[in-house]
Structure formats: C-alpha cells, structure tokens
C-alpha cells in the first residue's frame, strides 16, 4: 500500500474524545521506549511525524493519524516506564485500557516487543489481559537491526515458546521489523490493507 497522506489529527487521554468517524484504526502498544512512534514514522515514511526519544516516557497521550484519508494510526503512551512506582507499573494507565475495550473502531492493536529481550513479566500480564478482554491483536518484535538474522530467529522462537507454555493455546500473529532499516515495512502495510478491504 502507498502512503499518500499521513496527518496527525489529535491528542487526548479520554476514548469518549477520540475521533468520531467509524474508519478502520490500528494501534500501537508495548513498553516504553519500544519504537512505537518510531515505528508509526517509519510506516508512513515520515521522519517526525509522531515524537520520539531516547528517553521512555515521551508519548504521554492517544494520538491519532489519518492515513490516506481512510483510516488511523494510534500512537499510544508505553507501560512499564522505570520511573514511576512498583505498583503502578503493574497496573496499565486505565485510559489506555479504556480505549481497548471501548474503542468501536479499532481493527488490530500491535503488541510491541523489544526483539533483544527475554520475555518481561509485564509484557506476558499484558498480552494475557488482551487475550481475556479479546482485543484482536498481533505482536511486533522491534529493534531486528541490533541482532543478526539467526538470532532474530532464536529469540523469535524462544519468545513464542514461553507464550505456549503459558497460558496460550495458540502463537498470535507477529511481525518483526526494524525503524532504522524499513524491515517488515510492506508486510505491516499489506496486513493492514487486507484488513481495511474486508
Ligand atoms: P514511549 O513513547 O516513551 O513509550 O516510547 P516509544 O515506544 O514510542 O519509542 P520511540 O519510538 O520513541 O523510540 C525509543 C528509542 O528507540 C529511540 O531512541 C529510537 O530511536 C529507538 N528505536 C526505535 N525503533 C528502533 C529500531 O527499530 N531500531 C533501533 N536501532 N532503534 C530504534
Ligand atoms: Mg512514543
């Protein structure tokens, strides 16, 4: 799919503000300092259209992007960030868990997952809240530049093998992409446009 236009239309940290429009919108979640906005600039090859940072912490609200001026993209703020308390590390801001359970319009979330890591409990309790609030959505490694193939490869099928032997019955759908590179670029976009034409 070509990106024609991507444009940000607005911020806000209540679902009942989102836009109005029923079109099709995919997610992106994950651990602060993923490569969530990275990944929403490298998608639409626009360098800055949603903020990063070295730093976590630096999406702090829903933002919306028209694509195309067909559907969105929703940059989300990430979970787990280091700085804040123990206890509300654990619990996932309940803005953001009110957009997933009441968000109409959301197509596919995209659980982001830094590809270098092993499995982090906060992620698991994560994509295990998904799966009990069933939120479709697919898992995204990140960051594949920073690994060679082969070990893209093991920590993908180490990653899957720890959801099995949990409390899932079946693997989701994953991705594996790199913002630096473009890699898994044209696979995220065709998914997308398959769904947006059912
Ligand atoms: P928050 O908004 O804080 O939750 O973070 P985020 O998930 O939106 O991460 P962001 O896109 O801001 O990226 C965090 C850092 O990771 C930045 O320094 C990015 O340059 C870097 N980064 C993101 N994606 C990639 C990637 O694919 N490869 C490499 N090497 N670095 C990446
Ligand atoms: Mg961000």
Redesign the pocket.
Known sequence: MKIKSANFVMSNSNVANCPKEHLPEYAFI??????????IN?LTQRKSL??????????QLINHFKINENWFLV?L??YG?ARVSKKDKKTFQKYITDYFIERQQLVCAFV?IDIRHEPQKVDMEFLEWMGENQIPFCMIF?????LKPKAIENHVNAYIKELLEGVWEEAPNYFV????NGMGQEELLGFIEELNTN
């Open positions: 994950g651990r602060s300092n993923v490569g969530k906005s990275s990944l490298m949603a903020k990063t940072s070295g730093r976590p912490g630096k999406t940059d703020p990430g960030y982001l990140t960051k594949a530049d920073k992409t790199s913002s630096t």
